[in-house]
């Protein structure tokens, strides 16, 4: 990785500093996009190799253009790995729900944003839980009917796989060399689980955590093999053993929703509708030439061979 440049959201914690700190050591220069510098400050101090801390809220669309609207240079890896699980009802800075205010909204309007600046691959991390997840057009933000945060969370999880299918779609149609993958952690030990609310349910996510979990290194295996790994265009990365829950990292396979082109492609339009970003790139762009010759297939193309189910 000497050399390259590399941006990981939400690389203050958990699954994005394990992946940060192993893209550091491996000679990238990494950029912490996170909310708290502080924290973001502190987590590039336990790493070797060259880091720089940015604010960054995917809370905020405001926060989100000024970091891109910052941004010099290519890119030659952009892993989405932000985000936040299960919290009480809550709303972004613009009112979006917030999980998929933040979890999906948040970086596909960032990833549009950077994406002239992109030379290699775009990773975006989604869960096993994108199986409870449905695409409600009719109350994506969770106005009318009664907040489930489980199904809110799902939701957001599987618009990560249709946006990360939808991008390679048209990077495909442009000729563009650059990636787009997707990975899940499996059951990761991290501060994600510990903000629902509720008392009982985030005493048995940390007994859960103690028992069954893998540490955060393991956890950010997929999104490095995602990142890294000689795979097809829109693969889906996972942990291989266990019920895709622990193990070493492998593709995987997704829900019958997230290999919907025609919801992928809806979605797509609905996300430009409510940012006010769209795919930047135009037929005969030079965005990502040569970075991953060769490696331009038909989005998930092969990336189910021997897939199992998610965790």
Do not use: C
Not at 11 to 38: E, F, K, P
Not at 111 to 132: F, Q, Y
Not at 134 to 143: G, H, R
Not at 179 to 187: E, K, N, S, V, W
């Amino acid at each position: 990785m000497t050399g390259r440049n590399v941006i990981v959201t939400g690389a203050n914690s958990g699954i994005g500093r394990a992946a940060a700190s192993a893209l550091a050591g491996a000679g990238a220069r990494v950029v912490l996009a996170v909310r708290n510098t502080d924290k973001g400050q502190a987590a590039a101090a336990s790493m070797s190799g060259e880091t720089e801390v940015r604010q960054l809220d995917l809370a905020s669309l405001v926060s989100i253009r000024e970091f891109a609207a910052g941004w010099d240079g290519d890119i030659d890896l952009l892993i989405n790995n932000a985000g936040v699980m299960v919290p009480p009802l809550s709303r972004t800075a613009e009112g979006f729900e917030l999980q998929l205010g933040t979890n999906h909204l948040g970086h596909f309007a960032l990833t549009n944003l950077l994406l002239e600046h992109v030379t290699g691959r775009v990773v975006t991390v989604s869960s096993g839980a994108h199986r409870i997840g449905t695409i409600d057009f009719d109350d994506l933000n969770w106005e009318r009917k009664p907040y489930r945060a489980s199904r809110a969370y799902g939701q957001s999880k599987l618009a990560n796989l249709l946006f990360t299918a939808e991008l390679q779609r048209r990077l495909t149609a442009l000729g563009s060399t650059v990636l787009a993958t997707a990975a899940h952690p499996g059951y990761a030990a991290t501060n994600l689980q510990f903000h629902s609310g509720r008392r009982t349910l985030d005493l048995l996510m940390g007994v859960g955590n103690r028992v069954f979990a893998q540490d955060e290194r393991a956890g950010a295996l997929p999104s490095l093999y995602a990142a890294v790994a000689d795979v097809p265009a829109g693969s889906f990365a996972g942990p291989g053993g266990l019920m895709e829950m622990r193990g070493k990292p492998k593709l995987v396979g997704r829900s019958k929703a997230a290999k919907d082109v025609d919801v992928a492609r809806r979605l797509w339009e609905v996300s430009e509708e409510l940012t006010g970003v769209r795919f930047p790139l135009v037929a005969g762009a030079e965005a990502g030439a040569g970075a991953e010759a060769g490696a331009g297939a038909e989005a998930g193309a092969g990336a189910e061979a021997g897939a199992g189910a998610e965790a």
